[in-house]
């Protein structure tokens, strides 16, 4: 089993000011995350502003940081789309760039039944000699990956585990009941880290880690070493800003304001995204203000 990490941080993609990927401030990003708690970083997922990145760019971005962090923290890239062969070929790429493994988001917009999903993955698997981590969001792709689907792929080597954002617990415990054992489950969703971890789930891919990385690794450390009222304080103490950066406006756009805020630069958004509303950006600056954050401002 290769060691991706338990926190992983579904990291931003900065942008220049006329709207262009800056792989600089990407690499500095991914440094200062990784000196602030995250194990690695997954570069080209929903945070990531993945639809809005051509190929050329998410094969750059892959090869840069890595280069930047080496063997200090994963690189895991967000290669699966709606387009299975569009997706094996950029897996490939990535591998080739040095990633230390692959993310594979259900394919959206097409709605394929659990059949086409476990079909799809098991071909992106089979493309790649890198661990695979697979990615079931239902609220961004209109499908949801049932349990009975996910231990079935549980079982492929190289998938070794699952990013669940499904929100729905009874499915989450039951793939982590019944799938092999070595499959991760990794909670997709910053606020339900905790009970996750509960259920038997290894650990978070996670938003909030921009900026209280080094409370949400404290969070799972001290469940990991039964103190788990600790943990509960630290999950309750952090709860309304990880509900605040998800639902003030649509992911990422909360967290690049904030970023921008608070003094590390990592540009505006392409469309169809833009910056929050007036009374967003207040609502949300008003709950930053109440943390200390451990984000390193150059």
Same mark, same amino acid.
């Given at each position: ?11 931003? /993609? ?34 990531? #502003? ?35 062969? @569009? ?5 490939? @790429? ?18 394929? /039944?659990? @059949? ?5 993955? #098991?071909?992106? *698997? ?23 689907? /996910? ?12 990013? =669940? ?25 910053? !606020? =339900? ?14 938003? %909030?880690?921009?900026? %209280?990385?080094? !409370?949400?690794? !404290? ?5 990991? *070493?039964?103190?788990?009222?600790? *943990? ?10 990880? %509900? ?16 921008? !805020?608070?003094?590390?630069? %990592? ?7 833009? @910056? ?23």
């Amino acid at each position: 089993m290769v060691e991706l990490g338990r926190l992983l941080t579904a990291m931003v /993609t900065p942008f220049t000011a006329e709207g262009a990927v800056d792989y600089k401030q990407a690499q500095q990003l991914a440094l200062a995350l990784l000196r602030s708690g995250s194990d690695g970083v997954i570069l080209s997922g929903t945070t990531g #502003e993945v639809p809005t990145l051509s190929y050329e760019e998410k094969v750059r971005l892959f090869t840069e940081v890595k280069q930047a962090i080496g063997d200090s923290g994963a690189v895991v890239a967000g290669t699966g789309n709606y387009n299975t062969a @569009e997706s094996e070929e950029l897996s490939r @790429e990535a591998e080739k760039a040095g990633v230390d493994g692959l993310l594979f988001t259900v394919p959206y917009y097409s709605k394929p /039944t659990q @059949e086409g999903i476990f079909r799809h993955f #098991e071909r992106l *698997a089979k493309a790649t000699r890198l661990p695979c981590i697979l990615y079931n969001i239902p609220g961004r792709t209109g499908v949801n990956m049932t349990a009975e689907t /996910t231990i079935r792929l549980s079982h492929i080597p190289s998938i070794v585990g699952v990013k =669940e954002a499904s929100g729905n617990l009874e499915q989450i415990a039951q793939i982590i009941d019944q799938s092999r054992n070595e499959f991760r489950v990794w909670s997709g969703n910053d !606020q =339900e880290t905790l009970p996750i971890l509960s259920l038997g789930g290894y650990g978070v891919i996670c938003v %909030v880690s921009h900026l %209280v990385g080094l !409370q949400m690794r !404290q969070l799972i450390d001290e469940f990991l *070493a039964g103190r788990t009222a600790e *943990a509960a304080q630290i999950h309750r103490r952090l709860l309304p800003l990880m %509900v605040t950066l998800m639902t003030a406006a649509s992911n990422p756009i909360p967290i690049k304001y904030v970023l921008n !805020q608070v003094g590390f630069p %990592v540009g505006g958004m392409r469309l169809p995204l833009c @910056e929050p509303g007036e009374a967003a950006a207040a609502k949300i600056m008003e709950e930053v203000r109440r943390h200390r954050l451990d984000l390193p401002i150059p």
